[in-house]
């Protein structure tokens, strides 16, 4: 997570020049890739298309729609977990990772609405400091299954977590402190 913060922080940094200044959503996404390699252009542009208002965003706003997104991608973890915990036949272990898990998405989306605050109130830093704690619950639940040597039960979920966790900071770092 330090290193998550300390990059993200450089990025804040080093980028941009107005933080209220409209991109549009394609050169959002490529300036997040070339800031994070791992980050993929189809999946910032496919996963803001689907909110109609993304296309005249600024990037303030760019990251709160990503961090809405983020919020109903957890929720959606969060249902899924609930689902999995009537489940009668999970060992001992694997119901202790599902709360586990459960208790992550629940931090990550308080820190998520947290974020969205910060980005109102234009606080960059502490929506960065939120935006960050709230990308480790997916990593601290596929954690949580590996510790314990045990196959996830949320992979998808998970996978697509972190991914849009890691958009919504990768937008952020782009605004100026």
């Given at each position: 997570?330090?290193?998550i913060?300390?990059?993200?922080?450089?990025?804040?940094?080093?980028?941009?020049?107005?933080?209220?200044?409209?991109?549009?959503?394609?050169?959002?996404?490529?300036?997040?890739?070339?800031?994070?390699?791992?980050?993929?252009?189809?999946?910032?542009?496919?996963?803001?298309?689907?909110?109609?208002?993304?296309?005249?965003?600024?990037?303030?706003?760019?990251?709160?729609?990503?961090?809405?997104?983020?919020?109903?991608?957890?929720?959606?973890?969060?249902?899924?977990i609930?689902?999995?915990?009537?489940?009668?036949?999970?060992?001992?272990?694997?119901?202790?990772?599902?709360?586990?898990?459960?208790?992550?998405?629940?931090?990550?989306?308080?820190?998520?609405?947290?974020?969205?605050?910060?980005?109102k109130?234009?606080?960059?830093?502490?929506?960065?400091?939120?935006l960050?704690?709230?990308?480790?619950?997916?990593?601290?639940?596929?954690?949580?299954?590996?510790?314990?040597?045990?196959?996830?039960?949320?992979?998808?979920?998970?996978?697509?977590?972190?991914?849009?966790?890691?958009?919504?900071?990768?937008?952020?770092?782009?605004?100026?402190?």
């Open positions: 997570m330090k290193s913060i300390l990059f993200a922080s450089a990025l804040v940094l080093i980028l941009g020049n107005s933080a209220f200044a409209s991109a549009s959503l394609e050169d959002t996404c490529k300036k997040v890739q070339a800031e994070d390699p791992d980050a993929k252009y189809e999946f910032c542009v496919t996963s803001l298309q689907v909110v109609p208002e993304s296309r005249t965003a600024n990037l303030s706003q760019l990251t709160i729609i990503t961090t809405q997104l983020s919020i109903k991608n957890y929720t959606h973890a969060l249902g899924v609930a689902q999995l915990l009537k489940n009668h036949s999970l060992s001992h272990l694997q119901r202790e990772v599902l709360e586990t898990c459960q208790e992550e998405y629940n931090l990550g989306v308080d820190a998520n609405k947290q974020a969205i605050e910060d980005v109130a234009g606080d960059i830093f502490s929506a960065l400091s939120s960050s704690a709230a990308s480790v619950a997916p990593v601290d639940c596929e954690d949580a299954f590996s510790e314990g040597k045990e196959a996830s039960l949320l992979p998808r979920e998970d996978d697509l977590a972190s991914k849009i966790s890691n958009l919504a900071l990768g937008i952020l770092a782009l605004l100026k402190s």
